[in-house]
């Protein structure tokens, strides 16, 4: 199994470009999400999704847009890059939290996301 | 609303010395995860645990639910340790396991 993988590594935009931060898991995991990890801030959920067709918010959702077509991929969309959104992005999947493993939880690489 | 404190912050120490990192949360939680990544790394699964104590090489984790508080021991320590380390607790009932994170340990070992 090849895990989470993300896709670039590292990125640079200007403000008021739009990208697509791409998302892939062969694990059939339900369960995937995207955060940010700022320095002092810890990781932040922006956006998960907890089946195809199924997303939802998390505590910093705006500026960014995800869908769920398929259980293998979770894209992450920015809509019009600003410098706030200068972070690196992590998308994890986890197995179901109700199950015998609890949830737990597999992270990709990390996108490292410069705005300009 | 559910909080994770880490403590310390940071923490330096030297080669073959024992450290404790110390989570601590505020609401019961299905289970919870110690979480590691190296500087300008990826974040490694370093143990999920529910209730008791989990050992992997020089690595311990423990974790006391009725006081909401878990720990995670290096024993040994040595310079490869040097990393941050994340506490994140698995929120049961109707939060459908969302993760809390802690703000993390930076920790240094020193050769």
């Known amino acids: 199994n090849a895990g989470v993988t993300q896709t670039p590594k590292f990125q640079v935009l200007k403000t008021g470009q739009s990208m697509t931060l791409q998302c892939a898991q062969d694990m059939n995991h339900e369960y995937m999400s995207w955060y940010r990890q700022d320095p002092g801030m810890g990781l932040r959920l922006i956006h998960y999704s907890v089946g195809a067709g199924i997303t939802d918010q998390g505590e910093v959702p705006n500026g960014y847009n995800v869908s769920r077509s398929t259980t293998e991929d979770f894209p992450l969309r920015l809509l019009s890059a600003a410098p706030s959104q200068t972070s690196v992005y992590f998308c994890?999947?986890?197995?179901?939290?109700?199950?015998?493993?609890?949830?737990?939880?597999?992270f990709g690489p990390g996108t490292r996301l410069t705005v300009t | 609303k559910n909080e994770v404190e880490q403590s310390p912050q940071n923490l330096t120490a030297q080669e073959g010395e024992f450290i404790t990192i110390n989570c601590s949360y505020s609401v019961g939680i299905s289970a919870l995860h110690w979480l590691q990544q190296h500087p300008g790394g990826g974040i490694v699964s370093l143990f999920m645990l529910s209730s008791g104590k989990k050992k992997h090489g020089r690595l311990i984790a423990t974790i006391n639910i009725q006081e909401k508080h878990s720990s995670l021991h290096i024993t040994a320590s040595h310079p490869r340790d040097s990393a941050v380390y994340i506490c994140?607790?698995?929120?049961?009932?109707?939060?459908?396991?969302?993760?809390?994170f802690g703000q993390g340990t930076i920790l240094t070992v020193h050769p």
């Open positions: 994140a607790d698995i929120s049961g009932g109707t939060s459908y396991g969302k993760l809390t």
């Open positions: 994890a999947s986890r197995t179901d939290p109700t199950g015998v493993t609890r949830g737990e939880q597999y």
